[in-house]
C-alpha cells in the first residue's frame, strides 16, 4: 500500500486517483491506525489532560470494534448443567425456546443444538448470541450407568451408542465457536479428567473461554475448590435458580470486545 502511495506522490501523475481510492477503501483502517499509533507515540501532543485521556481515547477506539455477533457453546460433562444453562440463557436473552431437555440422566442431550438471535446488552451496545448446547462430553461411557437409572440392557446399550457419537458431535462443533462456557459441576469433585480434555481441546484450538461454576444452590457446592483446581477465574453460577447470569452476561460481552 504504501509503495503506491510513494510513486504516485513522486510522479505527480494519476496514481494519485488509485492512491484516493486506496485512501477511501482503506479510510477506517488507516484512520484507527493513525490515532492509535499517535496515541501510543504520544506524536506531538504533551499536555498532562491529554495524557489523561489517551487511556480513555484508546478504549472507546477499542470498544467501538467489539464484535456484534458471537456463537458460544456451552461444553462439559454430562450432567454438569449445560441445557439448563442454555435454556436460560434462551428464556432471559432469546425467544425462550427450550435448547433440549434437562433430565438427571446422564448423556440427555445427543445432538448439537443452537439458538440465534439471543441478545446481551449494555452500555455499549448489543450483542447478538448463537447459543450452542452440545452433548456432554465423557472419556467413557458404560451402558450399566443407564441401566442404573432404570432403562432397559438394550435401551441402555442404544443409548451408549448415541451417547458415544454425541461425544465425537459435541468436540467436532468445537470448531465452530467463537467462545465457549466451559460448564462444571461445583458440588463435585472438580479434578475430572472430562474437565481437562474439554479445556485442552479449547486452549488447543485458542477458543476463549469462561468456566462457570454451576450448580452453586447446592448446599455442598464448592466454587472456590474449582477456581484452585483450574488456576483461573471462574464464574459461580445456578443455572436452575438464575445466580451469577449477570456476571456471566459481563463476560460473555468481555469476550466479544477481544
Ligand atoms: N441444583 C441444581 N441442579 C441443576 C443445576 N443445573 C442443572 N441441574 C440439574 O442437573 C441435572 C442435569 O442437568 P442438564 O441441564 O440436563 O445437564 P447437561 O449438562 O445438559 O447434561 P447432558 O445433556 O447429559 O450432558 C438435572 O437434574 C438438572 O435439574 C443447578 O444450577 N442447580
Ligand atoms: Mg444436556
Known sequence: MIVPFFIGYMLRIPVYYH??????????????????IMLITKCTFSTSNWR??????????????????????????????????ANRIS??????TPLGVVSPIPHETRDVVAL????????????DLTVVDTPGIATTVDYREFQSHGLSK???????????????KAIQSLDNM???IVVVDSSEAPFDQVNWTVLG????????????????????A??????EAFQTDIIPISAKDGTGMNELYGCILSIASM
Open 116 to 127: 440465534e438471535h439471543c441478545t446481551i446488552t449494555d452500555q455499549s451496545g448489543s450483542l
Open 178 to 180: 467463537d467462545a465457549a
Open 52 to 85: 489523561l485521556n489517551r487511556l480513555g481515547i484508546l478504549a472507546r477506539i477499542f470498544a467501538r470494534s467489539r464484535k456484534t455477533s458471537l456463537t458460544i457453546g456451552i461444553v462439559g460433562a454430562p450432567n454438569a448443567g449445560k441445557t439448563t444453562l
Open 154 to 168: 438394550q435401551q441402555s446399550i442404544e443409548r451408549a451408542k448415541e451417547a458415544t457419537r454425541g461425544v465425537i
Open 222 to 227: 464448592d466454587p472456590v475448590l474449582v477456581r
Open 19 to 36: 492512491n484516493l481510492l486506496i485512501i477511501s477503501r482503506y479510510y477506517h483502517l488507516i484512520s484507527r491506525t493513525a490515532v492509535i
Open 91 to 96: 428464556s432471559e436473552c432469546g425467544n425462550g
Open 201 to 220: 481441546n479449547l486452549e488447543a484450538r485458542k477458543i476463549p473461554l469462561i468456566i462457570a461454576a454451576n450448580k452453586s444452590d447446592l448446599p455442598n
